[in-house]
C-alpha cells in the first residue's frame, strides 16, 4: 500500500514553536493540510499557519490549553470539522516539571501528568474515532524516559514514561485497524524549553556522542519518516534521536 500524502491532514499538539512547529512545517512540505494547537504564542501561530499556506496546503491553528480535557478533544473534532477529515495525529506538547523531588509542588505535577500523559490519551481517543487504514499516530517523548543521567527530573521522567507505555499499547490494540502509533524520544534539543546555550548545556552536551544538540528539523524529519511510506510497517517502536546520548 503507497501511503498518499496528498490531501491528508495532520494534527500537532503544541504546534506554534519548537518542536511542533518543525513538525507542521515539515508535514506541509509533504504536502499534508496541518492543524496545531497552541496555548499562548499567538504570533508565533500565525507564522506557523502563514508557513503551512506558503507551502500550498491548509493551516488551522487552535487554541487550546492540553491541560484542559475539553479543549484537547474540542481540538480534534474543530480539525475534523474544519479540514474535513483527520489522518496524523502527532502527541507533541509537553510541559516540563523539574527540580527535586520534595520542591515539585501538587500543582506542578498534576499540569505535567495533564499536559503529558492525559492529553496523549484524550487526544488519540478523540482522533481514532476518525482515522481509517493508514492513520498514523506519532508521541513526542523523550529520552529521559529510557535514562536519566542526572537528578531533578523525576516527575517529568514519569510522565514520559508513561506515555512509553501508551504507545506499545495502542500499537497492538490499533494494529488491527490499520493505524500506526510510534514514540520518538528527543534528547537534547535547541528549543525553548532545552536552548543550546543554556546554563546546563556543556554539561548535556558532554553526554551526547555527536557533541552536539538536535535541531527541531532532525525530530520533523523523523516524524515525516513515520507517516510517509517508510512508516508502512513500523509500528510500537520507541526511536531515540538524541546524537547517541541513551547509546
Known amino acids: 500500500m503507497t501511503v498518499r500524502l496528498a ?4 494534527l500537532v499538539t503544541g504546534g506554534s514553536r519548537g518542536i511542533g512547529a518543525a513538525v507542521a512545517r515539515r508535514l506541509a ?6 492543524a496545531f494547537t ?10 506557523v499557519v502563514a508557513d503551512i499556506e506558503a507551502c500550498g496546503r491548509t493551516g488551522l491553528s487552535i487554541r487550546a490549553d492540553s491541560a484542559d480535557a475539553a479543549a484537547v478533544v474540542g481540538a480534534v473534532e474543530q480539525t475534523v470539522a474544519k479540514l474535513g477529515r483527520l489522518d496524523i495525529l502527532v502527541n ?7 527540580g527535586p523531588i520534595e520542591s ?4 506542578d505535577l498534576d499540569r505535567a501528568v495533564a499536559v503529558n500523559v492525559r492529553g496523549v490519551f ?3 481517543q478523540a482522533a481514532v474515532r476518525h482515522m481509517g487504514e493508514g492513520g498514523r499516530i506519532v508521541n ?7 535514562r536519566v543521567p542526572a537528578p531533578g527530573v523525576s516527575a517529568y521522567a514519569m510522565t514520559k514514561s508513561a506515555v512509553n507505555g501508551l504507545t506499545r499499547a495502542l500499537a497492538r490494540e490499533l494494529g488491527p485497524r490499520g493505524i500506526t502509533v510510534n514514540l520518538i524520544l528527543p534528547g537534547s534539543t535547541d528549543t525553548n524549553m532545552n536552548p543550546a546555550d543554556s546554563a546546563s548545556a556543556d554539561a548535556q552536551r558532554s553526554h551526547i556522542a555527536l557533541g552536539r544538540y538536535a535541531a527541531p528539523a532532525d525530530v520533523a524529519a523523523t516524524v515525516s519518516h513515520l507517516v510517509g511510506d517508510g512508516g508502512q510497517h513500523i509500528s510500537g517502536a520507541s526511536i531515540a534521536i538524541d546524537g547517541g546520548a541513551t547509546a
Do not use: C, P
Not at 490531501?7 to 495532520?10: D, E, F, G, M, T
Not at 497552541?38 to 507564522?47: P, V, W
Open 104 to 107: 515539585v509542588s501538587l500543582d
Open 140 to 146: 513526542i517523548g523523550s529520552s529521559f524516559a529510557s
Open 29 to 34: 512540505e509533504d504536502g499534508i493540510h496541518v
Open 92 to 98: 507533541n506538547a509537553g510541559v516540563f516539571a523539574g
Open 122 to 124: 484524550l487526544a488519540t
Open 38 to 47: 497552541y496555548r499562548t504564542a499567538e504570533d508565533n501561530a500565525k507564522s
Open 7 to 10: 490531501n491528508r491532514v495532520a
